[in-house]
């Protein structure tokens, strides 16, 4: 790629992201960007560093894809979703040299329906967000090496920078998390009060004063936040509930 192609790529990706107004704007428009630069679709996840667990996924893959995945439970055997949450991330991958090396058969199934929906190469990055590590994945249906040569790798680091920073978790949307069999029951309004008030700094006891309800009870709503959250401890609750946009600070 020469360096008037780049920069043109570059340009062209922020005017595209400059114009969305809200975050499902941006994620439109992020969308947009990776089919652009010949993508059929584009995936973005978030993995928690301190659990390793998924914390939040925006897909606009076909939906005939996305209920197949989840009703055959790929999620149990899909070896991208595994590199994600050890954080060893191959930034190529070629689908179908997976499927002829795959032992498995859940696995060469996997592979197999990847490519009935034209899902042959990934290209992937991760980006470290605060307490998060989120990956931005473009499922491609031709080698993305023969539109960009060998600046494929430097151009999909600088477009995936961008697009990290302009995609927003998904808040109190449903996007596509149900995919990979992820806990995302949502907060009630009083475990998100609780969290928030926790996140400023209060203790438990004085979170109670605010909502005139003993501390026992404000202990009950942080428990049953971390169930909703799907973890074990506060800490754990609020890094979840911040990385998914939950809460405002």
Not at 62 to 89: I, N, S, T
Not at 105 to 132: H, N
Not at 150 to 175: K, Q, V, Y
Not at 190 to 214: C, K, N, P, S
């Amino acid at each position: 790629m020469v360096s008037t192609r780049y920069a043109k790529l570059l340009i062209d990706t922020a005017d595209t992201l400059a114009g969305a107004q809200s975050a499902q704007d941006s994620w439109d428009a992020a969308v947009r960007i990776g089919r652009r630069i010949g993508a059929t679709d584009l995936n973005c996840g978030a993995i928690m560093r301190d659990s390793r667990e998924l914390a939040w996924l925006r897909s606009s893959m076909d939906m005939r894809w996305l209920r197949h995945y989840h009703q055959a439970r790929f999620h149990e055997v899909d070896p991208v979703l595994a590199a994600c949450k050890a954080g060893v991330m191959r930034q190529f991958v070629d689908v179908s040299e997976r499927y002829r090396r795959s032992g498995g058969t859940r696995q060469r199934d996997l592979y197999g329906c990847l490519m009935d929906f034209e899902y042959r190469y990934l290209l992937t990055q991760t980006w470290i967000v605060g307490a998060s590590e989120r990956t931005i994945v473009l499922g491609c249906a031709s080698d993305p090496k023969d539109l960009y040569g060998r600046g494929t790798a430097r151009a999909f680091r600088a477009i995936s920078a961008m697009l990290n920073d302009a995609i927003l978790p998904p808040g109190e949307e449903t996007a596509q998390e149900w995919i990979c069999e992820s806990p995302w029951a949502q907060l009630s309004a009083r475990e998100r009060d609780v969290l928030g008030y926790l996140a400023h700094g209060l203790r438990l006891h004085e979170v109670a004063e605010r909502f005139t309800i003993t501390e026992q009870e404000a202990a009950r709503h942080l428990l049953s936040a971390c169930r909703t959250l799907g973890v074990a401890a506060p800490e754990q609750a609020l890094s979840m509930a911040m990385a998914r946009g939950l809460l405002s600070l």
